[in-house]
């Protein structure tokens, strides 16, 4: 008699009794569930598994599609795959790296001892469509750490061998397709088959690698060109090259040699410096009486600001810091978002006409009372703070909406000064493993929102989601309006924030949805070794959130 498990699926409500065994995969068509779109993973007791996964107990589960972050990770990844594997069958001596997220796609870096060519990008695309046409199977494999380090060493794939080198584990997971082998951080799709849509171009001196787009899954996500994005990126890959600190195997390494005083100091140098370089370009600009700092959440908005306007002091400007908070609608003119709640988020919840009046009154020189919202009552009133300012003063503001068009719109532009800044994390895991930008961000804002506002990594996780569509709408569509753009993340800021972040994220419970998130963040931070955070500043960024600055916030 067949032995048989029971699985709730939580996408229909209902229990069925499968074989021991069975994979994921196997489950779904047996259960004959009818999704809209295919599903690419699933969440077994909220524990993120890719397809290939066999069941052996009792579990919960819950399919997820393309249209859900875990399973366009792994489409993503699955994607990544193809790519090194027709890019290793056209040209064997050649080097692939996957790397920085921009313009709704992702850089790869090919090198193959020559300029990349238009024709090099559609020969490469040709093959990824024969691999993906030809229905090949994606295997999973476990093997011993050792072993695997010895597969790659063999292979030529160095930063893979550095990162198992560090990582201190027995096992690891590798995958193979049709002979090639790699190490991919997450789950993969099974089959070459699903993979249904890409694009991949030639882009600057490599390509560009499009994916269908979250919220319409059967079109590319919208072509975006981002010059000064790319630019700031590839202006801290020229740093990391002078450090020589690509890889996370490269940060454990420098660690494990007792290096990383003198990387932080290197990294706050290089930061401190390029704030400076701002305040000077600010200087330089005669006329400029209006600086605004924009960025996504826990992008270290509060102090770039304080930091810059240290160095505007520095340069002979008085910088007068004015709160866009204060120019909020009272409540009951507040916009609302789709579920009927106050969107407190959307541009016009600020009194723009108001906003504008007054800036342009204090650019003529005239003295203005400054408002001030009453959040417990949801009012605006005047606060009896008469401001005017003096012939060396700038106003400096910061906020989600500072790079709109729409909130200065009233305001002669050539006054202005824009900066963007937000954490673009430029480490790798290995040169096929990319680290999401977003990561460092939430990471960031789960130590920050537990250690100042009492909330939990749960509900941190919970919202995020929502915080990443208000961003989508009213920061990242007006970034390349930056005078000038900040990267914020620091190089060894991962292994510091490291200590803090892992005991929030294990308080996560099991019995909640949260917790696939949570158990991705720790087993990513699992491969990054510590730094004990008395050793960075009292000025640095990350005092932001993870407290003992020297800044009054």
């Known amino acids: 008699m067949e032995q048989t498990i029971n699985i709730r699926c939580k996408n229909n409500g209902q229990q069925a009794e499968v074989p021991i065994g069975s994979s994921l995969q196997e489950i779904y068509q047996q259960l004959g569930l009818q999704m809209p779109l295919p599903p690419v993973i699933a969440r077994v007791n909220n524990k993120v598994e890719g397809m290939h996964f066999r069941m052996y107990k009792p579990k919960d589960v819950e399919f997820l599609d393309i249209t859900s972050a875990s399973g366009l990770r792994t489409y993503t990844r ?7 594997k027709a890019a290793h069958d056209l040209w064997a001596d050649c080097k692939v790296t996957i790397d920085i997220p921009v313009s709704n796609g992702y850089y790869v870096d090919l090198q193959l001892g020559r300029p990349v060519t238009l024709d090099d990008a559609g020969q490469l695309r040709r093959h990824m469509q024969e691999i993906i046409d030809a229905a090949l199977p994606i295997h999973r494999h476990d093997t011993t750490t050792d072993e695997a380090i010895s597969m790659f060493t063999q292979s030529g794939s160095l930063s893979k061998v550095k990162l198992l080198q560090s990582q201190g584990s027995l096992y690891t997971t590798y995958y ?5 082998k790699d190490y991919f951080y997450g789950a993969m799709l099974t089959n070459t088959r ?16 499009r994916l269908p787009s979250r919220e319409n899954p059967q079109e590319l996500g919208e072509f975006i060109m981002q010059d000064k994005m790319f630019g700031i990126f590839k202006e801290h890959h020229r740093w990391q090259d002078i450090l020589g600190l690509r890889t996370v195997g490269d940060l454990n390494d420098v660690i494990q040699k007792g290096y990383s005083s003198q990387l932080i100091q ?3 140098a290089l930061q401190e410096k390029k704030i400076s370089q701002i305040a000077d370009d600010i200087a330089r600009r005669k006329g400029i009486r209006l600086v605004l700092i924009a960025g996504p959440s826990s992008s270290g908005k509060t102090t770039t600001c304080k930091r810059l306007s ?12 004015i709160s866009l908070d204060d120019y909020f609608v009272d409540r009951d003119k507040t916009p609302r978002d789709a579920q009927g709640d106050y969107d407190f988020e959307h541009l016009h919840a600020l009194n723009l006409p108001l906003f504008n009046e007054q800036l342009n009154a204090l650019f003529r020189g005239e003295e203005v009372e400054l408002p001030r919202y009453d959040f417990p009552t949801g009012r605006s009133m005047m606060s009896g703070k008469k401001l005017r300012l003096g012939p060396n003063e700038v106003l400096v503001i910061e906020g989600i909406h500072a ?12 006054c202005i ?6 954490a673009l994390t430029t480490l790798l895991l290995d040169n096929h493993n990319y680290v999401p930008t977003t990561d460092n961000r939430l990471l960031r804002r789960i130590i920050r929102d537990y250690k100042y506002r009492g909330v939990s990594a749960v509900e941190t996780i919970r919202r995020w989601p929502s915080v990443r569509n208000g961003e989508n709408r009213w920061i990242f569509p007006f970034q390349e309006n930056a005078d000038q753009m900040f990267n914020t993340a620091m190089f060894f800021e991962l292994a510091v924030i490291k200590r803090q972040a892992e005991p929030l994220l294990e308080q996560v419970p099991e019995s909640c949805v949260e917790y696939a998130e949570a158990y991705r963040l720790l087993k990513f931070l699992h491969y990054i070794r510590p730094i004990p955070e008395d050793q960075i500043p009292p000025t640095s960024l990350l005092r932001e959130f993870l407290g003992g600055s020297s800044f009054t916030y």
């Open 266 to 268: 290197i990294s706050e």
């Open 176 to 180: 193979s397709l049709d002979g090639y």
């Open 417 to 422: 000064y824009r900066v963007y800044a937000s």
């Open 194 to 209: 699903e993979l249904y849509l890409f694009g991949l171009e030639k882009y600057y001196d490599g390509l560009l690698l």
């Open 310 to 321: 240290v160095q505007l002091a520095v340069n002979g400007i008085k910088p007068v810091p």
């Open 78 to 84: 699955s994607l990544f795959f193809v790519l090194c």
């Open 403 to 414: 790079l709109n068009p729409e909130l200065t719109a009233q305001i002669p532009q050539d």
